[in-house]
Structures are given as C-alpha cells and as structure tokens.
C-alpha cells in the first residue's frame, strides 16, 4: 500500500481538504462514474440517477458504518443561485445535501424540482375553495 492510500484510510477527514479521483459503479444505475466532468474535485453521486452512498458522518470523514444507498428526493438552492441535491439513506434515514456537478443529468434535477407540484398536499380540485377560505384574491 502505497503513501497516499495509507493517508486516505487513516487520516481523519482526508476527504475533506483531498481530491477523490475514484471512480466508482453506481449501486442502482450500474453506470461507470468517473470524477473528470463533475466540475469540482469531490464527486459524490452518480451524475445519471443522482444516487449517492452514505460514507460519511460529516463531510469527508468516510465514518459512516451503514454505506446505503443515499437516494436523491429534493433540490435546494443555495446562496448564490448554485443548486444542491438532498439526499436521503435508504437504509437508515439519515439526510444530507450535496451541490449539484457540471454533469447532472438536468432532467433528473428538473424531476426533482417539480415533485412537489405533482404531488400537493391538498386535493387539487379544491383549490378555488381554498383560495376563498384563506381571503387570496
């Protein structure tokens, strides 16, 4: 084992201050994921379907024990106007946010996006009574 693999495996968020060029299969797409694209130095979901893998507790630690599938249910945007990806473990629950890379599928984001509006939380044909009971003109 060589200097640099020894220092990721024991060092303490190594990932954090690190570049992670390992390229990786997708757990639920079974694409081939590689780092060159993502337009940043920390690929951490699959640029297809957007999943990601709980490996870490905080951010670059590599601590988490469970390595679930993270699964993609919402976008945010963050300071800026840059978007980031909600990710949700399938096995555990545990949520956490990623920005969005260069190479998202922007179809996948938009899907995202809009899942709120397919889904309301009211009966959509009661939306003119709604719009009375709360006085919106």
């Known amino acids: 084992?060589?200097?640099?693999?020894k220092r990721k495996q024991y060092m303490?968020?190594?990932?954090r201050n690190n570049a992670c060029n390992d390229s990786f299969k997708c757990?639920?797409?079974d694409r081939f994921v590689v780092p060159a694209g993502a337009g940043s130095d920390h690929r951490n979901h699959c640029p297809y379907c957007l999943t990601s893998q709980h490996l870490d507790?905080?951010?670059g630690d590599r601590e988490a024990d469970c390595g679930g599938a993270m699964e993609a249910i919402g976008v945010w945007v963050r300071?800026?106007?840059?978007?980031a990806i909600i990710h949700r473990c399938?096995?555990?629950?545990h949520l956490s946010s990623n920005r969005s890379a260069a190479d998202d599928s922007p179809l996948k984001l938009m899907s995202l996006a809009l899942k709120p509006l397919g889904n309301p939380p009211f009966p959509i044909e009661?939306?003119?009574e709604l719009t009375e009971i709360m006085n919106i003109e």
């Not at 303490?12 to 990932?15: D, E, F, R, S």
């Not at 399938?90 to 629950?93: F, M």
């Open 12 to 15: 303490k968020g190594y990932y």
């Open 1 to 5: 084992m060589n200097r640099e693999n």
């Open 27 to 29: 757990k639920i797409c």
């Open 126 to 128: 009661h939306i003119e």
């Open 57 to 59: 507790i905080e951010p």
């Open 90 to 93: 399938r096995i555990c629950g």
């Open 79 to 83: 300071k800026g106007g840059e978007w």
